[in-house]
């Protein structure tokens, strides 16, 4: 009873928290933004996921959850699957293992735009002030995961403490928009330029994909760790991972590439992650001291 009533007050602080994160996204969505913040989150649900306890509840009007490591690790570490929860998990897997949280919010088919980075606040509040969870997070971007991982994270440098992607979209030119070497996705392309609001001429003069906005990323100083498939030919490389890697080392950025010769899209992740926990652990742990 009294682990429910502390539950009721930290949510109801967390609330308060996030309504005033989600209307700081922005004046042309300050109408939808409250009606979001009033319906934060709802409904948590128990049950495992891998052998860890998994929590899943409605955040902004979007189904959320977290997965709860057996002995959390100091400072309480979390890692933020931002598509595709579930698919190829080794790097989850082990850092549940190591005492991380793994969290994921569906805002599948927006692409990273705007319109999905206020609800990724409100989400990021929520687990923060209800969960407690480590003031930085890493947002983990699977191919079109990547949109979002690096979008959130140039929007909010200091909540970051460092970013995994694989095989990540970098450029939405290049996919869905299939501008250069890569087949690309009609559909997608057409929903993609639909939630940003732009015209063909606009979507392709667009220069807030993460090949263009790094600054604020390399500013803060996170580092980033990648695995892309040399032979991909869905998210061709060489227009979305090079030509990152290129200018954040220009950026004076940290930054890793860990590349599988011969490997298309899929299979995403490594066999074994240690390469990948190598990296980030030791960054997430000095970001969080």
């Not at 063909?200 to 220069?207: G, H, I, K, V």
């Not at 890697?245 to 298309?264: C, F």
Request: proline fraction near 8%.
């Amino acid at each position: 009873m009294i682990n429910h009533v502390a539950r009721c007050v930290a949510a109801f602080v967390g609330c308060v928290t996030l309504a005033v994160a989600v209307l700081d996204a922005g004046a042309a969505d300050v109408k939808t933004n409250a009606a979001a913040a009033a319906r934060v989150a709802s409904g948590e649900r128990h049950s495992t996921w891998e052998g860890f306890e998994r929590l899943d509840f409605t955040v902004a009007g979007r189904a959320g959850l977290l997965v709860v490591p057996r002995t959390p690790a100091p400072g309480k570490p979390w890692i933020w699957r931002t598509e595709f929860f579930g698919a190829f998990p080794a790097v989850d897997i082990a850092l549940l293992k190591k005492g991380y949280h793994v969290a994921y919010l569906d805002v599948q088919n927006l692409y990273g735009a705007p319109v999905a980075l206020w609800p990724m606040d409100v989400f990021y509040a929520h687990l923060t002030n209800v969960y407690h969870l480590a003031p930085k997070t890493v947002p983990e971007g699977f191919s079109r995961g990547g949109l979002f991982a690096f979008n959130w994270a140039a929007r909010n440098p200091d909540k970051v403490a460092a970013i995994y992607v694989d095989a990540p979209v970098c450029d939405f030119k290049s996919w869905p928009g299939g501008k250069g070497k890569g087949k690309g996705s009609p559909e997608d392309w057409l929903r993609c330029k639909n939630v940003y609001g732009l015209t063909e001429e606009q979507a392709l003069a667009y220069r807030l994909n993460p090949v263009d906005n790094l600054k604020p990323i390399a500013a803060a100083k996170i580092p980033v760790v990648a695995v892309v498939g040399d032979a991909d030919s869905v998210v061709p490389i060489a227009e979305n991972m090079t030509i990152v890697e290129k200018r954040y080392r220009e950026l004076g950025g940290d930054i890793l590439v860990i590349h599988k010769p011969g490997v298309e899209h899929h299979p995403h992740s490594l066999e074994d992650p240690t390469p990948v926990l190598d990296y980030l652990i030791p960054r997430v742990n000095a970001a969080l001291k």
